[in-house]
């Protein structure tokens, strides 16, 4: 109980030395009129600006993943009408593939708003800087919204594709 002790105080006087260390205070900087308000806007701003690029990123890459399910789509009917031609009963499949189909347009749509957001994103200038904060953690947020109710929609009717398949070949 002693080691477990000792080891709880120095974790705790090295992770406050560490803070000192990389969050120094003096009274120069408060003499030499340092606006710690003004430096967390402009940190702010960062993290928004960093955020932007984020979500256009994410963006890219969620595009890249509806071409992909769109492919699955379509191998996933090419397998269908095989089994068809071998006369099986592909309801279960055809019925999946429906429901994934429906999926993507809804992705799609959610994914499409996040683009136009994104487009031109309101709070920000050409250059992707903030010149709104208020309006930029609005525009940042909305696409991450998009983006997220895209990804979650994609994702579940991925799962739920995988599933029929793997039950239909007695996985």
């Not at 260390?21 to 710690?36: C, D, I, M, R, V």
């Not at 429906?102 to 749509?109: C, R, W």
């Not at 994104?118 to 947020?141: E, H, K, W």
């Amino acid at each position: 109980m002693k080691n477990i002790s000792k080891v709880l105080v120095i974790s705790i006087l090295v992770s406050g030395a560490l803070a000192l260390s990389l969050f120094p205070t003096s009274t120069a900087q408060a003499a030499a009129g340092f606006n710690s308000a003004s430096a967390l806007s402009l940190q702010d701003n960062s993290v928004l600006e960093n955020m932007l690029v984020r979500e256009k990123l994410t963006l890219s890459n969620q595009q890249s993943r509806l071409t992909l399910s769109h492919t699955v789509a379509d191998e996933t009917q090419v397998y269908i009408n095989n089994q068809k031609s071998a006369g099986k009963d592909t309801s279960s499949l055809e019925s999946a593939l429906n429901e994934f189909n429906q999926s993507i347009s809804q992705a799609e749509v959610a994914n499409n708003s996040a683009a136009s957001i994104l487009a031109a994103p309101a709070g920000f200038d050409a250059s992707g800087q903030v010149i709104d904060a208020v309006t930029a953690r609005q525009t940042v947020r909305s696409a991450g919204q998009s983006l997220q109710q895209a990804h979650v929609t994609l994702t579940q009717a991925t799962l739920e594709l995988r599933l029929v398949i793997q039950t239909y070949r007695g996985e």
